[in-house]
């Protein structure tokens, strides 16, 4: 899911699949709790328990 929101942006957006990256995890990161940073972080780098589809 991760990799389809950062190709949705990345087209959007008219930037590479790297800068998306970087723009998607930063936005979650602002908007989401504390708590979950660990979480976002492991998506940053690809790690996560969610089968991609």
Do not use: F
């Given at each position: 899911m991760k990799h389809q929101l950062v190709k949705l942006v990345s087209d959007q957006a008219g930037i590479t699949e790297g800068q998306a990256d970087k723009a998607v995890v930063g936005y979650f990161?602002?908007?989401?709790?504390?708590?979950?940073n660990d979480e976002?972080?492991?998506?940053?780098?690809?790690?996560?328990?969610?089968?991609?589809?």
């Open positions: 990161k602002t908007r989401l709790p504390d708590e979950m976002i972080a492991n998506l940053a780098v690809g790690h996560n328990n969610d089968a991609e589809a």
